[in-house]
């Protein structure tokens, strides 16, 4: 049978940190404040005024995985390019990754599932894979936010929270009747929270101008959140979503040996894990580093968790799991072998 593994994992943080206490010496706010809320302590952006892309960060957390996996650039049948943040309205920023590798006529497909956007990433290469279309697949999250926040005290509770950064994986087809690799997933969306978190502009459906001063003096091309409504959506989906898939694939919650959640927000990510009922050495968290890295943070956190041995690749069922802008959940179930 035809099963999607994982051969490699990179990730890529751009060089420029930017502490809460950076960010309070430009907007109301203090790093008490933005830990108690977030648990978020630093974040990394791109270099101020350099012309640095989403695709950039990818080329570079790409490298990294595919050296682990033993890939070179011509074997990708395909790449799936995840991010809100293309480095143009369009095209997306899959074939600006696609020729900064040194290719020419690779298939590349974008997708804008934000936040669950390395879930729905893995999930079609998955079924590129079990379907014989593709034996080998690149996934990238990558975001560069910094460029597109309010960097005012009114864009303060979105600004303190979203950082820069890139995460890759080599997904790869393996013959096996065992049950390994990509055992499963699990994907919602619900549109009618759409608003709830949405960077409204420059928007088609407005005419004849796309933006207007007026729109800007109201600050709609900064991406806005409720945060409270985002919350308790959150707390209430993953628990969810992680007993639905188990469900599916039949295994309990104490056969999971790690959870790797979207890092969007350490106090939701502790809620989700009571819920559960499993001890804190069962999710992996890096927040507090990187802040929320949205199509990234997950492949970040995969590839940091695997380097510091928080996953014992020979043999660990590890979920991965997130809820974002869409609104879109979801969960995919991992074993390792």
Not at 15 to 37: G, S
Not at 80 to 103: H, R
Not at 227 to 255: C, M, W
Request: charged share 25%; hydrophobic share 40%.
């Amino acid at each position: 049978m035809r099963r999607s593994v994982i051969k490699g994992t990179g990730r890529y943080i751009p060089p420029h940190l930017v502490t809460n206490d950076d960010l309070a010496k430009i907007i109301d706010t203090t790093d008490e404040w933005i830990q108690q809320r977030t648990g978020i302590k630093q974040r990394y952006w791109i270099e101020p005024g350099s012309v640095t892309g989403s695709s950039d960060l990818a080329l570079e957390a790409s490298k990294k995985a595919m050296d682990k996996a033993g890939w070179k650039p011509e074997d990708i049948d395909l790449i799936i390019f995840a991010t809100l943040s293309p480095d143009i309205f369009f095209p997306g920023s899959g074939v600006f990754l696609q020729t900064k590798l040194g290719l020419d006529s690779t298939p590349a497909l974008d997708i804008r599932q934000q936040c669950t956007g390395f879930l729905y990433g893995i999930t079609t290469a998955d079924a590129y894979i079990r379907a014989g279309i593709a034996d080998r697949v690149l996934v990238v999250g990558a975001e560069v936010h910094s460029t597109g926040l309010d960097k005012t005290d009114r864009g303060r509770d979105v600004t303190v929270i979203f950082g820069d950064g890139a995460g890759a994986a080599c997904i790869e087809v393996c013959e096996s009747d065992e049950e390994i690799g990509i055992i499963g997933h699990a994907l919602h969306a619900d549109g009618k929270y759409a608003e709830s978190l949405m960077l409204e502009l420059p928007a088609s459906r407005y005419s004849p101008e796309r933006l207007t001063k007026e729109m800007m003096v109201d600050g709609r091309e900064y991406p806005k959140m409720d945060g409270s409504r985002i919350f308790k959506l959150a707390v209430k989906k993953l628990p969810e979503v992680t007993h639905e898939i188990l469900e599916k694939t039949g295994y309990t919650i104490n056969d999971l040996d790690m959870i790797i959640p979207h890092q969007a927000n350490l106090r939701i990510n502790e809620f989700y894990l009571q819920k559960l009922g499993l001890p804190p050495e069962k999710m992996f968290n890096n927040i507090q580093k990187y802040g929320n890295t949205t199509a990234g943070s997950i492949p970040i956190a995969l590839d940091e968790a695997i380097e510091l041995g928080k996953i014992d690749t020979s043999k660990d069922l590890v979920l991965l799991s997130a809820l974002g802008a869409g609104l879109t959940w979801g969960a995919v179930l991992y074993k390792f072998s």
